[in-house]
């Protein structure tokens, strides 16, 4: 097992246009190249594990893929039927989505993953895809992986998710391009709107009203992708927080997406007291521009709306809030439970252990800020805590015990943050 030692940091100014290339969007490309017609051109993928496994599984599909080292191109016939078990390795995101992606493809398809995946629930997705006609099975009745999949003839659907999920809602938007009618879906609350934004672009019969998404069935492929993929908004809060609690430290992150349902946490962390500003640069599939971060004395707040644009930043907001004056609370997001790791109960362990005071809830958790302290902290294989805890070592050191799992979304985080701080591997 490896781990890593962050020291405590001296007053710095990072300036980066590297910043891990975002997740979701890598994913959503490779995948959504399989439906068009002609080479997508995919520029600035995110070269970690998750993403290159999805890229894997697309050429198990059939798909003949081209890389240079800086463009990759992906050309498809149509989804082919493998003897491959398709290996999700760690992402929820890949397994979710291509249940909704296969659900209608002609063949039989094995999804699986690694031991942390396996555990992960997936009938949220495999429940209301059944629904429709979807032929979906797996351990638990459908609610662990493996996953077997035969493809079918899927209905149309007018369907209400109990959650607000962007997997969920891509999954079944997935499945309604090869339904047999105009397909509805409805959100408790408005989700991260990547795979719409993009299914657009690309041609498909998209109409957004609030909550409500209708989908039209494909009458022709669609057109094909020719897309440089931002900097993850969720890979730059790390840094963001870096320089919101190091005194007279700044960040400025280049070539990151905008979208206002990828940006909440900035927002949180402006509420608190960070002085952040944005600049807008492009807005073809998504908006595109810059964010610079500076340090400002924290205090506390309370989160509690919009948890599903920020749910992949809490763990690192968490640390902000042990640095903040007051108590903060985070609520009503009990999909914390349900990631890489039991995010809530991981949080609150770890930020125990630095000798912050917490307070556990089945949906969140309050911190009361104060000093931290150095500790010995366990990821428990989940890239998040591991990365949040090493920034939380900014303030007085910090040992992470299971760095590994950072390899799945943000290969050079170690690079950057050895320009913040002394770290040790």
């Known amino acids: 097992m490896t781990k890593a030692k962050v020291y405590p940091a001296h007053p710095f100014v990072l300036k980066s246009d590297a910043i891990a290339p975002d997740k979701s969007i890598s994913h959503r490309c490779a995948m959504f190249a399989v439906l068009a017609e002609g080479e ?114 899927l209905k149309a659907f007018d369907y209400t998710s109990p959650i607000a999920s962007a997997q969920v809602k891509s999954a079944m938007m997935l499945a309604a391009l090869r339904s047999d ?3 509805t879906f409805k959100e408790p609350e408005l989700s991260r709107d990547h795979t719409e934004r993009m299914l657009r672009g690309m ?41 919101a609690i190091t005194p007279d430290s700044s ?18 962390l402006e509420k608190m007291g960070a002085k952040i500003t944005y600049t807008l640069i492009d807005e073809r ?34 640390i902000a809030m042990a640095c903040a004056k007051g108590t903060s609370y ?20 770890n930020l125990n252990l630095c000798g912050i005071e917490t307070e556990e809830y089945p949906d969140g958790y309050a911190v009361i800020g104060g000093e931290l302290n150095a500790a010995s902290i366990k990821s428990y294989g989940d890239h998040r805590i591991a990365m949040s805890f090493l920034i939380a070592g900014l303030k007085c050191g910090m040992e992470v015990e299971d760095i590994d799992c950072i390899n799945t979304s943000f290969p050079n985080f170690f690079e950057l943050l050895s320009q913040c701080a002394r770290v040790e591997k």
Not at 91 to 98: A, K
Not at 332 to 342: G, M, T
């Open 251 to 268: 960040a400025l992150i280049e070539g990151v997406t905008l979208n206002p349902t990828r940006i909440e946490a900035f927002k949180v």
């Open 181 to 183: 009618g105009v397909c």
């Open 40 to 153: 997508s051109r995919i520029e600035n993928f995110l070269r970690a594990e998750d993403t290159f496994n999805t890229l894997k599984i697309v050429g198990h599909l059939g798909a003949e893929i081209h890389d240079d080292g800086k463009i990759i191109t992906i050309c498809s016939n149509g989804i082919k039927e493998t003897s491959e078990i398709l290996d999700c390795g760690n992402s929820g995101t890949g397994m979710r989505l291509f249940c909704g992606l296969l659900s209608s493809a002609e063949g039989h398809f094995v999804l699986s993953g690694d031991e942390y995946l396996k555990r992960r629930p997936m009938k949220r997705v495999t429940q209301p895809l059944r629904g429709i006609g979807a032929k979906l099975d797996g351990r638990n009745n459908g609610d662990l992986a493996p996953l077997s999949i035969r493809g079918a003839s």
């Open 330 to 349: 985070v609520k009503n997001a009990e999909e914390l439970r349900v990631k890489e790791s039991d995010r809530i109960k991981t949080v609150v362990d």
């Open 285 to 318: 599939y998504e908006p595109i521009g810059n964010i610079y971060i500076e340090y400002a004395p924290l205090k506390a707040v309370r989160v509690e709306e919009n948890i599903a644009w920020l749910i992949d930043e809490l763990p690192a907001l968490s």
């Open 203 to 243: 041609g498909a019969q998209v109409e957004i009203n609030g909550l409500e998404t209708k989908i039209w069935p494909l009458k022709a492929p669609l057109s094909p992708l020719n897309i440089r993929v931002p900097a993850d908004p969720s890979s730059a809060f790390f840094f963001a927080v870096a320089a």
